[in-house]
Every structure is written in structure tokens, then in C-alpha cells.
């Protein structure tokens, strides 16, 4: 038995994650370890030529336009410059950075996760950026929340987010949602962007956010944080793979979270600061990857982190049919069973 900590908000209990895989998951591997207009326009030419690295069910995301739109991103000289060693890669280039200019990037929580995420982020040119959390910010907090300050003890972590973040990178757009994410507003909030990041801390939480992602047609990068380890996936099962079967849900992955009380508390337990710096970096990067469309896509795949011994592990999981949400008999149809 594996147990993942959520770390975050000071208001809830923050607890273990027991990883309960169903029969469907499998190991993988182990251990795997000038600016300028013209040049601008050179940089694009060849990036538009490179060969695709996805199969056409796992290319990057439709951002920014409505369907049957289609619009050129001009970045400014200003952004060349800024965005300039993305560009080069051949990987991403200048339409690589357009694409994250149009995107907009949901993050839950501005805590251990989400704080990392939302600095890298808007580093990388993400447009618009939303942060739900209706936490403040605690001195106990600064040792791995580095988006907030000594100063900003006592204020909302999104005002102080937003304020990192502008001074970051003031071509993003950030937006504030102080309120605690539940039945009655998740989709509302989730619907209004491309792609959804959750750092939440309680299982409450995780499972309405899986939930409404599904429903709003969204994909989701979810990771979990514990003492010295953590684990990070991919969800998009709304959508459909290559043989036309539905992708993996999180309940797939978690069936269902552990009995109240059963676990300890990560406030009890202790957590490595510069881990949730790590986590939180690879969500940005698999966030980066999704909307880009580079590389292989974490749908189907758990990577957990061994600190301790600094080793990574990869494990491939499946479509439960028996699971509730896009199972072969569907029991949940909306977010009614989550707490309003």
C-alpha cells in the first residue's frame, strides 16, 4: 500500500492518499529517468514543418478560438524576446508559443502544488491564468508555497499570487477566484477554461474536480504530494483513444479515498519543501506539453516520485468498465453527490 499526502490549504485536514490501483494498472518502467521579427518568422516556418510526435487523438489543445475559427497569435517584440529560448526549440517554436499565449489554465489551490504551477506558468506565456483558493497565507506556509511572502502573511493566496504573477510576467492575464470550489460552482468555474491543474489538498476536493472535468469536457493533470514522495497523471475521460474506447478516469486510478481517520495528517506528518517544488514543476510541464503538443501525453500513465532515493517510476492503468463515471454503466450523471 502507497500513500500519497495532499498538501495545501491550512483549513482542511491534510491527509494521506492510499494509491489502491485496480487490476488494470501495470508497470512501465522503472528508473526512467537573437530576436527579431524575420527570425521570428523563420522559427515559425520551420516549427510548423516538424513532424508530429503524437498520435492525432493526443495532439495539443484547441485554445483560444471558437470551433471553425481559425486566427493568427502575434506575439509582440517584448514576448520574442521573453519567450526566446521556448522558440528555439524545435519542439515548440513560434507556434508552440502562440498556442500557450491563447491557452487558459485553471489551477486548484495556490498552496505547495499550485504555487510552483502558477509561477512557471505564466513564466511560460500561459495567457490567462485562474486560481480557486479561499485560503490565506500562514507563516507555516512559506516553506514551500514560494508564489507568497513574509509580507503577505494574513492575505488571500490568490491576491497574493496574483500580485507574483503580474510582476512575473505582466502579458498574463490572472485571475482571482477566492471562493472553496464545490457542487454548485465547479463547472462554472472549470467551463471557463482550457485546461484544469489540481493542487488540492483533501479528497473531497479531487474527486469533484475529477467529476467536473468530465462533465465540462476538460482535461485534468492531478498530482499528490507526501513526505518524501509523489505522483502525477493525466486525465481526459471525456474523450476517447485511438480504438475508440473511453480513457481512464481518476476513479479508475483511486476507486474511492480511505476511511476518515485512517491515515495521519500531512501537518503531522511533515512534508519536503523543495518536493513540492518538483511536483509542481512537472505539472507545469506536462501542462505546457498538453497545450503545445509535444511528446507523450501521462493519459494512462502514473508517474510517482521516490525522493528519498531520487527515483522515478512509471505505471501504465486502464479504463475500469465497472468504474462509475464513464464506466460501462454509468452511475454518476452529475455533480448532485458532491457537498453543495
Wanted: proline content about 6%; hydrophobic content about 40%; overall charge negative.
Amino acid at each position: 500500500m502507497k500513500h500519497i499526502c495532499l498538501v495545501g490549504n491550512n483549513r482542511a485536514p491534510v491527509q494521506q492518499f492510499p494509491l489502491i490501483l485496480r487490476s488494470g494498472v501495470s508497470r512501465v518502467s522503472k528508473d526512467e529517468g537573437p530576436s527579431g521579427a524575420a527570425w521570428f518568422s523563420r522559427r515559425c516556418e520551420a516549427s510548423s514543418g516538424r513532424r508530429a510526435l503524437r498520435a492525432p487523438h493526443q495532439e495539443g489543445l484547441t485554445v483560444g478560438v471558437e470551433a471553425g475559427e481559425s486566427r493568427a497569435t502575434m506575439l509582440t517584440a517584448d514576448e520574442l524576446e521573453r519567450y526566446a529560448r521556448h522558440i528555439v526549440l524545435r519542439d515548440v517554436g513560434g507556434p508552440g508559443q502562440a498556442a500557450l499565449k491563447e491557452a487558459s489554465v485553471l489551477v486548484i489551490g495556490a498552496g505547495g502544488l499550485g504555487a510552483p504551477v502558477l509561477m512557471y506558468l505564466a513564466a511560460a506565456g500561459v495567457g490567462r491564468l485562474g486560481a480557486v483558493d479561499d485560503d490565506i497565507v500562514s507563516l507555516s506556509n512559506l516553506q514551500r508555497q514560494i508564489i507568497h511572502t513574509t509580507p503577505d502573511i494574513g492575505r488571500l493566496k490568490v491576491d497574493s499570487a496574483a500580485e507574483t504573477v503580474r510582476s512575473l510576467n505582466p502579458h498574463v492575464a490572472f485571475e482571482a477566484h477566492a471562493v472553496r470550489l464545490n457542487a454548485r460552482n465547479a463547472i462554472s468555474l472549470i467551463s471557463d477554461y482550457d485546461l484544469v491543474l489540481d493542487g488540492s489538498d483533501n479528497f473531497e476536493t479531487r474527486y469533484l474536480v475529477s467529476d467536473a472535468c468530465f462533465f465540462a469536457g476538460k482535461p485534468l493533470i492531478t498530482a499528490a504530494l507526501g513526505q518524501f514522495d509523489g505522483s502525477l497523471t493525466t486525465i481526459r475521460a471525456h474523450e476517447r483513444d485511438a480504438d475508440g474506447h473511453y480513457n481512464p478516469t481518476y476513479r479508475c486510478l483511486f476507486p474511492e479515498p480511505p476511511p476518515p481517520g485512517t491515515v495521519p495528517a500531512c501537518a503531522e506528518a511533515g512534508v519536503m519543501g523543495a518536493l513540492a517544488g518538483m511536483l509542481g514543476s512537472m505539472m507545469a510541464l506536462e501542462a505546457i506539453r498538453e497545450v503545445v503538443g509535444f511528446g507523450e501525453s501521462l493519459v494512462g500513465r502514473l508517474v510517482m516520485v521516490d525522493a528519498r532515493a531520487m527515483r522515478f517510476e512509471t505505471l501504465r492503468y486502464t479504463r475500469d468498465p465497472q468504474n462509475p463515471l464513464n464506466g460501462d454503466t454509468p452511475i454518476i450523471v452529475d455533480l448532485s453527490g458532491h457537498a453543495a
